[in-house]
Nanobody, 125 residues
């Protein structure tokens, strides 16, 4: 059982940056692809970015392209989401999720096997 734990959320001003981390206290994350999702207030959970098991392949939602970067350090069993030029509409709970497929561009929530509990990101002045 892979137990994912997100961290790094908080309050940031518009235009600011945050780096989220996704780790696991269970089995190694290094064989799993990992995706990041966001759920804004009264909105459905939406795909943001994904990275394959090796880190050599990434995929982004249009809303994240050019502003967010997903990366991983398998030696630390951690996946990161670096967010910059944040906007108020980026506010929400951010979740990381994992699946065992070799495909990177998986955007459906029902295609991920394991989820973290989420970390709140609030972009406000």
């Amino acid at each position: 059982q892979v137990r994912l734990v997100e961290s790094g959320g908080g309050l940031v001003q518009p235009g600011g940056s945050l780096r989220l981390s996704c780790g696991t206290s269970g089995p190694s994350l290094s064989t799993y692809a990992v995706g990041w999702f966001r759920q804004g207030p009264q909105k459905e959970r939406e795909f943001i970015a994904a990275i394959n098991w090796s880190g050599h392949s990434t995929y982004y939602a249009d809303s994240a392209k050019g502003r967010f970067t997903v990366s991983r350090d398998n030696s630390r069993n951690t996946v990161f989401l670096q967010m910059s030029s944040l906007k108020p509409e980026d506010t929400g709970v951010y979740y990381c999720a994992a699946h065992g497929s070799s495909t990177t561009d998986i955007v459906g929530t029902n295609e991920y096997d394991y989820w973290g509990q989420g970390t709140q990101v609030t972009v406000s002045s």
